[in-house]
């Protein structure tokens, strides 16, 4: 149980254009996901904190109107890359907390690579 | 979160118990610690949290000491699969609003288990 998937696993996208990752909770609801950002030897760095039916929080210094996020069902949660460049590449990974399980158990998806070029 | 100590890096021969250490000073009495890790290019996996007492799951042994401020996480038979990065976190304690279940990782201990 307690699976989360991301779609899709690698993207390739041109400079100036748009993304759009999903990350869906297979197996059980999640009223809260989170948007993480991961670069090469670093650790995950927290972007967004999804909540289902309102707007996302975002962690300061990301552009809430360069990563849209949308968290319109309890399974599903969408990240998309407005306008992406080159520093845009990164791995993206999502995850989610069962509503019904502990505050700070996090299950995770495998994550997005994105290339910009 | 409160913060977080833990060696960079270890090593473990396979089949060896695993004993990775935390430190977590700061440590309040209602927060938990709670242990995750990365395998490279995969998304992270929960591994096992705990309050005071000692606890066990299929996965791993997680041990507090009594005055919480440091914790170890036992692999009992590492395996080739178990080289990962390993991070401690300690959420701080909040009653809900919109940082409700953040999570912040560190730099973590790099295991890397020997064949």
């Known amino acids: 149980g307690a699976v989360v998937s991301q779609h899709p696993s690698r993207v390739i996208c041109k400079s100036g254009t748009s993304v759009k990752i999903e990350c869906r909770s297979l197996d059980f609801q999640a009223t809260t996901m989170f948007w993480y950002r991961q670069f090469p030897k670093q650790s995950l760095m927290l972007m967004a904190t999804s909540n289902e039916g309102s707007k996302a929080t975002y962690e300061q210094g990301v552009e809430k109107d360069k990563f849209l996020i949308n968290h319109a069902s309890l399974t599903l949660s969408t990240l998309t890359v407005t306008s992406a460049h080159p520093e845009d590449s990164s791995f993206y990974i999502c995850?989610?907390?069962?509503?019904?399980?502990?505050?700070?158990?996090?299950?995770f998806g495998p994550g997005t690579r994105l290339t910009v070029t | 979160d409160a913060k977080t100590t833990q060696p960079p890096s270890m090593d473990c021969a396979e089949g060896r118990a695993a004993n990775l250490p935390c430190n977590h000073s700061?440590?309040?009495?209602?927060?938990?610690v709670y242990w995750y890790r990365q395998i490279h290019s995969q998304g992270p996996q929960y591994i096992i949290h705990?309050?005071?007492n000692n606890e066990t799951n299929e996965m791993a042994s997680l041990i507090i000491t009594e005055d919480r401020k440091s914790s170890t996480l036992i692999l009992p038979h590492a395996t080739l699969r178990d080289t990962a990065v390993y991070y401690c976190i300690v959420p701080r304690a909040r009653a809900g609003g919109t940082s409700y279940g953040k999570l912040t990782f560190g730099q973590g201990t790099i295991l890397t288990v020997h064949p």
């Open positions: 705990g309050l005071k």
């Open positions: 995850s989610a907390r069962d509503s019904g399980g502990y505050s700070y158990e996090q299950y």
């Open positions: 700061t440590i309040s009495g209602n927060e938990y």
